[in-house]
């Protein structure tokens, strides 16, 4: 059983850093692709950043130079490196592991973290 515990979320002043951490507590040997979503308020939840047991990685573009996703398979985590952060990065993160690009993309097939805060304010 997948189990995901977030961490690294806050509250950060434009152009600071944040670190996300997404670690696998149950049994991820079946795991291909892990990453990270994103949800603001009064809007739909999109892809930021994922990276597959290959190490394949894809990024939104409003992400592409700014953040960095990395995955430690031995620790079964991912992490997301987030730099030069905007205001409008501002939204509830999501951890997602799938087995499969396919069950990563859907909305129902995989499996989600609980979400953490990620806040960017002056």
């Known amino acids: 059983q997948v189990q995901l515990v977030e961490s690294g979320g806050g509250l950060v002043e434009p152009g600071g850093s944040l670190r996300l951490s997404c670690a696998d507590s149950?049994?991820?040997?079946?795991?291909?692709?892990m990453g990270w979503y994103r949800q603001a308020p009064g809007k739909q939840r999109e892809l930021v950043a994922a990276i597959s047991s290959g190490g394949n990685i894809e990024y939104v573009d409003s992400v592409k130079g700014r953040f960095a996703i990395s995955r430690d398979n031995a620790k079964n985590t991912v992490y997301l490196q987030m730099n030069s952060l905007k205001p409008e990065d501002t939204a509830v993160y999501y951890c997602?592991?799938?087995?499969?690009?396919?069950?990563?993309?859907?909305?129902?097939?995989?499996?989600w973290g609980q979400g953490t805060q990620v806040t960017v304010s002056s």
């Open positions: 997602k592991v799938a087995l499969t690009w396919g069950d990563f993309y859907s909305a129902t097939s995989g499996s």
């Open positions: 149950g049994s991820i040997t079946s795991i291909n692709v």
